[in-house]
């Protein structure tokens, strides 16, 4: 999916049939994230929204930090936190964690042998 999100010129407020395509975007992104937008109005780019992810976590971020791809804190903290788990445990049993991320819930191993 390509979503084009255009917040005009700075300083220039968008109007009510643009509020409601960039809510609409909005909304979309926040779907493909597997969450929900659950403003009912957009006021600009720098406006908080409310939103949720799929866990049921709510919260409200202005459409430049979702568009800059934060989403969910809470879910992305867990996230970083499951792979330094992943990461700790690996060099435990003599392997390496190769994976930077489990955004893709991908983690990939190599097993060290020291000669």
Known sequence: MILQFNSGPAGVHPGPEQREI??????????AWGGA?????YSGIQTHLSFSCS???????TPAMILSG?????CNSRSKKALK????????????????SLSLKIVSFV????F
């Open 85 to 100: 788990a992943m990461q700790a445990l690996a060099t435990e049993r003599g392997w390496h964690c190769l994976s930077a």
């Open 55 to 61: 866990k049921g976590h709510q919260w409200e971020k």
């Open 37 to 41: 937008c659950l403003s009912e109005e």
């Open 70 to 74: 934060h989403f969910c804190s809470v």
């Open 22 to 31: 960039q809510l609409l975007m909005m909304q979309r992104i926040a779907h």
């Open 111 to 114: 097993r060290i042998t020291i």
